[in-house]
């Protein structure tokens, strides 16, 4: 069983209640290393996306990434904007026209979002940044497909190693964005970035836990 | 912390709302997207300049559209980068049919949204060239840091390429303008306190009573260094150091000196740091020609100030005494 449109749907739906109930959370971690918008930025992001939903809904998983992706990008601002926009409308193009998703779609969108991210805020692994998490999340699902797994076993490894992605942050000297300003004061703190993407992926794999 | 707003979600719109009536004989504001715009614009055959950055600044941006400054301001979330479609819908609407400048803020966000906005307008067919400003010298520019960021000089910039552009010349030559008030200024800053962003209802960061943050920037991030609080004199001399032996500036150098104030720093402890600050620059050769003491680019209510030194030619002399007419700065008009 693959994760079909309707299941997308509910994960958006998901990622918007747990980007509200931890706005704070993002907001304290963005305090220590930036300039504290980070939650609010990113929840301002996702209602305007809850609210596009309706007129998107009974599209193919392609359209409604994009539509993300633009609305992300008109809404959420600093750099995130640009960076999670980017994500959605990259995952986007490599899903047109799709109404379901097998591990390989979601691999290969996801990989897409790494590879847009990467050329629009030229951040490197170690930089200290949301790549750091999504970085070995898109190598979790590389090796659970050469490991023959089913989606939901893939997408908890994916979770889990963007959690390991998002706490290793913690240590390192930042290197991209405002956290960066701070040179050896960054360190010590996990980036708030790694944590909204690590927060994104396990909820896919919370509510893709029955795909196979 | 107490704060004079209503709702924290709607600070920046009730602000802009605010900002329309208030100034209706300078501006025009246009919301969704939001861009504060000249009321006289877009004038023909004249370049069109915008800039923008996160609310929490004020004046800067928005205080600065007007006859001889800019044309547009893109003003986004407190401390956010404003988006593609805002810039895009300013340049627009400030397109006089010449091209437009971007004067862009060296951040991460501010970058990568205005660059967006840049290749947008670009493919509807508008000339749009960007500078970048990054006059702050207390973060290193290297590698492994996002670069300098991009502030007190920036204001300096919009009033010069503001100039140059009611004068008529083309948009390689406001550029220009830009590009050297980017290569001839530098900046400092510092805080005695940190500043409360709407939505986060607390401080940034905790300064103690007896402590101060060096190389502060605009955004209520802690700055390089941390240390016990000193005098008014002691805090400008380590301002003013990094920031002369920068580029240098050198003996015989003409310069702007620019004492901002951050928000919760009132005038009077702003002109002591001016007499200092004056004095150090007399004593390294430089002439101080031109000066401008306020809180022209803020950080809310944080308490502190920013030092920037622009040295001027003949030609930038002349454009900043052109005439000027927005919210914040007017003089012979």
Redesign the interface.
């Not at chain 1, 305090?31 to 918008?37: C, H, L, T, V």
């Not at chain 1, 990008?73 to 960076?83: D, E, F």
């Not at chain 1, 290197?175 to 405002?178: F, P, T, V």
């Not at chain 1, 960066?180 to 040179?183: H, K, M, T, V």
């Given at each position: 069983m693959p994760v079909y449109r309707d299941d997308v749907i509910t994960w958006i739906k998901a990622v918007a209640g747990m980007i509200s109930e931890n706005s704070s959370y993002l907001?304290e971690l963005d305090?220590?290393?930036?300039?504290?918008?980070h939650?609010?930025?990113m929840e301002?992001g996702f209602k305007a996306v809850i609210n596009k939903l309706p007129e998107i809904s009974d599209k193919d998983i392609g359209t409604i990434f994009k539509t993300i992706g633009m609305t992300l990008?008109?809404?959420?601002?600093?750099?995130?904007?640009?960076?999670y926009g980017t994500w959605f409308l990259q995952a986007g193009l490599k899903t047109a026209g799709k109404m379901e998703l097998t591990l390989p779609d979601w691999t290969e969108a996801l990989e897409a979002s790494l590879s847009g991210v990467v050329m629009?805020?030229k951040a490197e692994l170690g930089d200290k940044t949301m790549v750091d998490a999504l970085t070995p999340a898109v190598n979790a699902l590389k090796q659970a497909i050469q490991d023959n797994q089913p989606i939901n076993a893939a997408l908890e490894l994916s979770a889990d190693s963007a959690k390991k992605g998002m706490e290793a942050t913690i240590p390192l000297?930042a290197?991209?964005?405002?956290a960066?300003?701070?040179?050896e004061?960054s360190a010590g703190h996990q980036d708030p970035g790694a944590t909204s993407t690590y927060l994104m992926l396990k909820v896919a794999a919370e509510t893709w836990k029955e795909s196979i | 912390m107490k704060k004079l707003i209503n709702k924290p979600e709607n600070v920046v719109r009730e602000a802009l709302e605010a900002i329309a009536i208030a100034h209706s004989d300078l501006l025009t504001v246009h919301f969704d997207p939001n861009y504060i715009m000249r009321a006289d614009g877009p004038i023909k055959g004249k370049v069109g300049i915008i800039s923008g950055g996160g609310s929490g600044h004020e004046p800067m941006h928005g205080g600065f559209v007007g006859m001889g400054m800019l044309d547009a301001a893109c003003p986004g979330a407190v401390f956010t980068s404003p988006t593609p479609d805002q810039m895009l819908e300013a340049t627009k609407a400030a397109n006089g049919g010449v091209g437009i400048l971007h004067i862009v803020k060296n951040y991460t966000g501010d970058i990568m949204n205005f660059e967006m906005a840049a290749e947008l307008a670009r493919a509807e067919g508008i000339e749009v060239e960007a500078v970048v400003t990054d006059d702050d010298v207390a973060v290193k520019d290297s590698l492994y840091t996002a670069g300098r960021r991009g502030v007190g000089v920036t204001v300096l910039a919009e009033k010069l390429c503001g100039a140059a552009a009611e004068q008529k010349r083309s948009l390689k030559e406001v550029a220009d303008v830009c590009r050297k008030a980017k290569s001839f200024g530098r900046s400092m800053g510092m805080a005695l306190t940190s500043c409360t962003v709407p939505h986060a209802g607390k401080p940034t960061f905790d300064l103690p009573e007896d402590q101060m943050e060096i190389g502060i920037g605009i955004h209520g991030e802690p700055g390089r260094v941390r240390m016990p609080l000193k005098s008014a004199d002691e805090i400008t001399e380590m301002l003013m150091e990094p920031i002369i032996s920068d580029i240098p500036y050198k003996a015989g150098d003409e310069v702007l000196m620019f004492v901002n104030g951050l928000g919760g720093t009132p005038p009077i402890e702003l002109y002591i740091i001016y007499r200092k600050a004056h004095e150090i620059a007399v004593k390294h050769g430089l002439k101080v020609v031109r000066s401008l003491v306020g809180p022209y680019m803020t950080s809310l209510e944080m308490a502190g100030t920013s030092i920037t030194l622009l040295k001027m030619d003949a030609d930038m002399l002349k454009l900043w005494d052109a005439p000027v007419k927005t919210p914040a700065l007017r003089w012979g008009a």
């Open positions: 907001t305090s220590a290393i930036g300039d504290a918008d939650g609010a930025n301002r990008l008109s809404t959420v601002g600093g750099a995130g904007g640009p960076l629009r805020g000297v290197r991209k964005g405002r960066s300003y701070l040179g004061r | -």
